[in-house]
């Protein structure tokens, strides 16, 4: 990818028919592939496209690290073509694991758990519903495993290794993407499974549809958040809420944590 490659593409046309052909891309191997591009080129502009903060900026860091020249048009539309292609092959594999969930973990499973951590969160994406509301909500789900875990000194936990599953549409839709995440991850052949979340209504459904093994439990930050909500409530005066609710997070933090499962 370093360096730059410059070669001729002579170009044939038919003043006649009104035809034109580029005869030396089939021996670049360029005929079969969008934006003429090789399939290398192609995914570094993916790359870039989904860690920069827009196309053009993506565009600018491409020509400095590559010295090469793909305005930001182009970035997007290769990004969402490829984009595409990747989520009809992954709600292909999704909708076929679904059809056989009953056959998921029926071998005999080895120790250790898999976490499965679903949210959601509202996305403007600029383009009208229904209603006129132009906001959706993105489902995402993060799954990986114990052994996907190192340990830090502070006690705190390091991801090695995690699936993820984006979808912007409905719960039912979402099910079968973190489904293929989670079961990526290891679900089925770990003996435990845990499924951290914000106590949405949603996320404990899909638990019993398609994690009916799973022990829930409520993130660390929603459960302090309710510890702080419920302490204002008992206790009105603000110190003695505080005094409430530092204590009962202290007893959670350091007293009631369970082996073997991370808090978050």
């Keep these: 990818m370093h360096g730059e490659i410059t070669y001729r593409r002579p170009y044939w046309y038919c003043k006649d028919c009104g035809y034109g052909a580029f005869p030396s891309d089939a021996v670049y191997g360029l005929d079969h592939l969008t934006h003429k591009m090789t399939k290398a080129v192609k995914m570094e502009a993916v790359y870039f496209a989904q860690n920069q903060m827009s196309f053009e900026r993506a565009s600018e860091v491409i020509k400095r690290v590559y010295n090469i020249e793909i305005n930001r048009e182009t970035v997007?539309?290769?990004?969402e073509d490829v984009g595409t292609r990747v989520f009809k092959q992954d709600t292909?594999?999704?909708?076929q694991l679904?059809?056989?969930?009953?056959?998921i973990g029926s071998e005999a499973k080895k120790?250790?758990?898999v976490y499965i951590m679903p949210d959601g969160a509202a996305v403007n994406t600029r383009v009208k519903d229904e209603n006129g509301s132009t906001w959706r909500e993105n489902k995402t789900a993060i799954a990986f495993s114990s052994?996907?875990?190192i340990k830090r000194k502070d006690g705190g936990n390091i991801i090695t290794h995690k699936e993820i599953a984006p979808l912007i549409g409905t719960s039912q839709e979402f099910m079968k993407h973190a489904l293929l995440a989670a079961v990526a991850a290891g679900y089925g052949?770990?003996?435990n499974t845990v499924v951290?979340?914000?106590?949405a209504s949603w996320i404990r459904t899909m638990c019993e549809e398609i994690f009916p093994d799973a022990v829930q439990i409520l993130d660390l930050f929603h459960l302090k958040e309710n510890i702080w909500k419920f302490s204002k409530f008992v206790a009105p005066d603000t110190a003695k809420a505080a005094v409430l609710a530092e204590a009962i997070i202290d007893k959670i933090e350091n007293h009631f944590a369970v082996e073997g499962v991370i808090l978050i």
Excluded at 196 to 199: E, F, L, P, T, W
């Design 147 to 149: 052994k996907d875990l």
């Design 92 to 95: 292909l594999e999704a909708e």
């Design 196 to 199: 951290v979340g914000d106590g």
């Design 189 to 191: 052949t770990y003996e």
């Design 111 to 113: 120790p250790g758990t």
């Design 76 to 79: 997007r539309e290769i990004a």
């Design 98 to 103: 679904m059809a056989d969930i009953q056959n």
